[in-house]
């Protein structure tokens, strides 16, 4: 599933939870009562915007219902993760060989 699709899905499960239309989700969510249609018919937002709406969605789940499966998952994967998690995954991805060092030289002796 893609990330514009979980979006959508927990966007839609809120919407189901508070017997609200999709756009007043959007609206609440993003400002713009169209942003959720957008991303249904292809568009795109930025990653900061992605994340905020996580934490909306996080923060103001209705208190009668549980979280969805994927909303809980999404969310404790970006805040758990910490800067230090992510210095050490990037630098592992630098001084790891590139796939082009792999093919030259597949035995990766010297």
Do not use: H
């Not at 009562?33 to 249904?40: A, G, N, Q, V």
């Not at 292809?42 to 009668?64: C, I, Q, S, V």
């Amino acid at each position: 599933m893609t990330l514009r699709a979980s979006l959508l899905a927990i966007g839609d499960s809120y919407a189901a939870e508070t017997g609200s239309r999709r756009s007043r989700v959007s609206w609440i969510v993003f400002g713009d009562s169209k942003i959720l249609d957008r991303i249904d018919r292809g568009g795109d937002l930025t990653t900061r915007r992605y994340e905020r709406a996580l934490d909306w969605f996080d923060a103001n789940w209705p208190e009668k219902s549980a979280k969805p499966a994927i909303l809980l998952a999404a969310v404790d994967g970006w805040k758990t993760t910490t800067a230090k998690e992510c210095t050490a995954a990037a630098s592992g991805l630098a001084s790891s060989p590139s796939s082009r060092d792999m093919q030259e030289n597949p035995g990766g002796a010297a």
